[in-house]
């Protein structure tokens, strides 16, 4: 058994966790040759944020797509948003995104629609350069929702919508609807047949596919079983030639793998996730592109879009009633908050210890805690330095007597936490009293 030797100074994996960015993925030998090397994200919240529950006005949608537009800036993480046309606000809406779009805006409005030659019809004069086309794949749709039901209907409904949308001058992009649950014997010939329709047309309007994981069924292991595989599909479709940047992955997270499978579709060759900031959406919701952008910014494939911007999100969402859940990954009022003592003495001594990436800098949020019975002294340390800068050391008389009171109320039966506000102005005191512990990074 070989000991552990001592080293002169600590290891922390610069490379991997770098102080001005976020956790970097690095690669033991070579780059896995089907990863785009270029990725990005599209949005959905005008549409799915909306089937969830978003109750998005034309003057709440539109704030909402200038917001998009600050967050990504000039870095392309974000290319395009989709709206609704099927209501007058939408379309007003619509009609917002595209003079913003064509005065530099730098996502790109898009549309979607049911694959019928009369919906295609409504998107035809609108401005837009591409519109979605819903294609259910799966039996579950193709045999229960049409009559006559089964596959080749549903087929050649589909092609119809996607001739009158190239007819229109407009890129076709088909929705693969709970693909996850559809048999190879439809998405395969029916992806056929859209290409070989498409190639009458200009090659500008070639047809995009999004892979739709809609019940979130999917999983991101190379060697499940078609068709929950999602790197299985994602390869089938790039050999059935659609490069990495017209294939686009959207799942939902009604199994919690929301992330898992974005990163498995990106690794199998898909350039493009597709979900909603903050990931509002149906049911548990879409895939949250933030924390998409974060990965995939760890893999060299994408550039820094501006992530403090996101903070004025969550606070709409919030005037909205649809603000994100306390906990919820790196937004959640409560996502880089401790109430353990011995991870607020860690934060003491060295705030890396208990935080993923430089929060503070890369996400605006600050590194907090909240005084619990479990806190210990160093919480009130770390509360105190947190809010003055100050650091007040572990024998200061009137900081133990502080603590010690905190103590006795917990004793006494109290349930809820101890915030800065309620005793921000004991500790202000204190810290007139002195001394202070010099500053340590």
């Not at 409504?122 to 259910?136: D, I, K, P, T, Y």
């Not at 503070?360 to 800068?389: N, V």
Request: with cysteine; hydrophobic share 40%; proline share 7%.
């Amino acid at each position: 058994m070989t000991p552990v030797r001592d080293v002169p100074q600590a290891d922390l994996f610069p490379s991997t966790f770098p102080a001005d960015t976020f956790p970097q993925i690095l690669w033991e030998g070579h780059r896995p040759g089907e990863l785009p090397p270029q990725t990005w994200t599209t949005d959905t919240t005008h549409r799915d944020g909306q089937q969830g529950g978003l109750p998005l006005t034309t003057e709440v949608g539109l704030q909402l797509y200038d917001l998009m537009g600050r967050f990504t800036g000039q870095s392309g993480a974000l290319r395009q948003a989709e709206f609704f046309v099927y209501r007058p606000q939408d379309r007003t809406m619509l009609a917002g995104a595209l003079e913003r779009w064509r005065s530099g805006h730098p996502v790109e409005p898009t549309t979607w629609i049911r694959a019928t030659r009369q919906d295609a019809a409504l998107v035809a004069g609108l401005g837009v350069r591409e519109s979605g086309l819903l294609a259910s794949a799966s039996d579950y749709h193709t045999f229960h929702k049409f009559s006559p039901g089964g596959r080749a209907q549903a087929a050649r409904t589909y092609l119809d919508a996607v001739r009158a949308v190239l007819d229109a001058g407009l890129r076709p992009r088909l929705h693969l609807e709970d693909a996850t649950r559809a048999p190879r014997d439809f998405i395969l010939p029916f992806v056929a047949e859209v290409q070989a329709v498409a190639t009458a047309y200009p090659a500008v309007q070639a047809p995009k596919f999004r892979i739709c994981d809609t019940m979130g069924v999917g999983l991101p292991l190379e060697g499940a079983a078609w068709p929950r595989s999602v790197p299985r599909l994602v390869r089938e479709l790039r050999a059935a030639g659609i490069c990495a940047e017209r294939l686009e992955f959207h799942p939902h997270n009604d199994l919690h793998l929301v992330v898992a499978n974005s990163l498995a579709a990106v690794l199998a060759g898909c350039a493009v996730i597709n979900g909603t900031l903050l990931g509002k959406g149906e049911r548990t919701g879409n895939a949250p592109l933030e924390g998409i952008l974060l990965h995939l910014i760890g893999l060299g494939t994408t550039a820094m879009p501006d992530f403090p911007m996101l903070n004025e999100l969550s606070d709409l969402y919030e005037t909205l009633g649809q603000g994100v859940a306390a906990k919820y990954p790196l937004y959640g009022r409560d996502a880089h908050r401790t109430r353990a003592g011995i991870h607020a003495d860690g934060l003491n001594k060295f705030w890396p210890m208990y935080a993923p990436f430089n929060v503070p800098k890369l996400l605006g949020r600050p590194l907090e805690l909240s005084l619990t019975r479990d806190s210990g002294l160093a919480g009130l340390i770390f509360l105190i330095k947190a809010h003055t800068g100050q650091e007040l050391p572990k024998d200061h008389p009137g900081l133990r007597a502080l603590h010690v009171q905190l103590d006795a109320s917990f004793e006494a039966g109290r349930q809820t936490a101890v915030e800065w506000e309620e005793i921000a102005e004991r500790a202000q005191n204190l810290l007139q009293e002195g001394p202070v512990v010099a500053s340590r990074t």
